[in-house]
């Protein structure tokens, strides 16, 4: 039976039991019926492999908020992110050029001043994070236009996002150009130290040092406009058949 955790404002957090608890160790599970389409990347055009890209694997949703050398703040929300080192902890961020060829204004600051601030989104505020994503002009900063609340950062200067429960500050330590087949720069991809963490305590058992997911209530991006909520979570570790099972988790 489903444990239902929490219902605030309207959101309900449940645990549930994995799709198949009674699952025995060598028995294979489910494969789809549906046949395999064989994509060949260079039949498709660029925008529709980014399309197909972006649908197929679910990411990180979160806001990067940097600085101008003018010292006007810049949030804009990015899913080609992720956690890829914790030795050293190591954050990463892929910067597209605009359509237009054009650089994104996090790519010129960042370029500026070698650090970012990662802000995680949670389902209270997906609306203003979203329209983050329009095209502002450089002089205007998105935390006044779409109505995020600053935060100071304490070793770089780029603003936290104060409605975010969860706010890296990064360093970048490598910056990787990517070039097409065409010999074009298309993106950048950063590697940021993580060199401080902030969290608030409603999202974090600092004793049990451990997340509650009920409250972080963290946002994934899927394809278009569509993000998904966690609020359901499954351990296959509780299962009786599984439960000797266990290694360790990443
Ligand atoms: C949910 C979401 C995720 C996005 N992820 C990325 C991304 O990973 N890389 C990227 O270059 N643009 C991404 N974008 C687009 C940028 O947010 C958008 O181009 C924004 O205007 C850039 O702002 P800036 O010029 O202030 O940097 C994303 C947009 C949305 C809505």
Request: hydrophobic residues 30%.
């Amino acid at each position: 039976m489903p444990t239902k955790v929490s219902n605030t404002n309207g959101q309900t957090f449940q645990k549930v039991p994995t799709s198949n608890a009674n699952w025995k160790m060598g028995e294979p599970q489910k494969i789809l019926s549906g046949k395999t389409l064989t994509i060949e990347p260079n039949n498709y055009t660029s925008s529709q492999l980014h399309q197909f890209l972006l649908g197929s694997f679910p990411r990180p949703a979160c806001i990067i908020s940097t600085i101008s050398p003018e010292g006007i703040s810049n949030a804009a929300p990015y899913s080609f992110t992720n956690l890829v080192c914790s030795d050293p902890p190591t954050f990463s961020l892929t910067v597209f050029k605009n359509p237009d060829g054009s650089l994104k204004d996090t790519q010129v600051n960042i370029d500026a001043s070698n650090e970012f601030a990662v802000n995680l989104i949670s389902d209270w505020f997906v609306e203003s994070a979203h329209a983050s994503g329009m095209n502002c002009s450089p002089e205007v900063s998105e935390f006044e236009h779409v109505g995020f609340t600053p935060k100071p950062s304490t070793i770089i200067k780029s603003p936290l996002i104060a409605q975010s429960p969860v706010n890296y500050e990064c360093k970048v330590s490598t910056r990787i150009p990517f070039i097409n087949k065409e010999g074009r720069e298309t993106a950048i991809c950063y590697m940021g130290e993580i060199v401080r963490i902030h969290v608030n305590e409603q999202v974090f058992d600092n004793e049990k040092s451990s997340f509650l997911y009920e409250n972080l209530r963290p946002l994934v991006k899927l394809g278009g406009s569509l993000y998904a909520k966690v609020n359901t979570v499954v351990d296959p570790t509780q299962n009786s058949s599984t439960s000797s099972t266990s290694s360790s988790s990443q």
